[in-house]
Nanobody
Framework: QLQLVESGGGLVQPGESLTLSCTAS????????IAWFRQAPGKEREAVSC????????NYADSVKGRFTLSRGNAKNTAHLQMNSLKPDDTAIYYC??????????????????WGQGTQVTVSS
């Protein structure tokens, strides 16, 4: 059974940091591409960043450039999204996802095979 589990969300003040983690299980490969999307209230789900199976990075959201960093974890099929200098506009449910390709990244929702359940990030003073 393919499964993605996110952790690390929470309530923070503007300017603070959070690290989200995603663990993928049930895949035949020890390394799959892992993407992060987010969905703010009343808005469409948007791609944030993705790491390929080999560790290459693709960044999609201009609004997080220079503030968010995605990396692979030491454990197999894990990825961590380090979010610094958080802003109220970053408030959203954050989802990790694996594309159908499983090796290469995709920033399109229609190319996603498996979604995590999501973790809430709220940035508010």
């Amino acid at each position: 059974q393919l499964q993605l589990v996110e952790s690390g969300g929470g309530l923070v003040q503007p300017g603070e940091s959070l690290t989200l983690s995603c663990t993928a299980s049930g895949f035949t490969s020890d390394y799959v591409a892992i993407a992060w999307f987010r969905q703010a209230p009343g808005k469409e789900r948007e791609a944030v960043s993705c790491v390929t199976a080999s560790g290459g990075l693709e960044n999609y959201a201009d609004s997080v450039k220079g503030r968010f960093t995605l990396s692979r974890g030491n454990a197999k099929n894990t990825a961590h999204l380090q979010m610094n200098s958080l802003k109220p506009d970053d408030t959203a449910i954050y989802y990790c996802a694996v594309p159908f390709d499983r090796y290469y990244c995709s920033g399109s929702r229609t190319n996603i095979e498996t979604w995590g359940q999501g973790t809430q990030v709220t940035v508010s003073s």
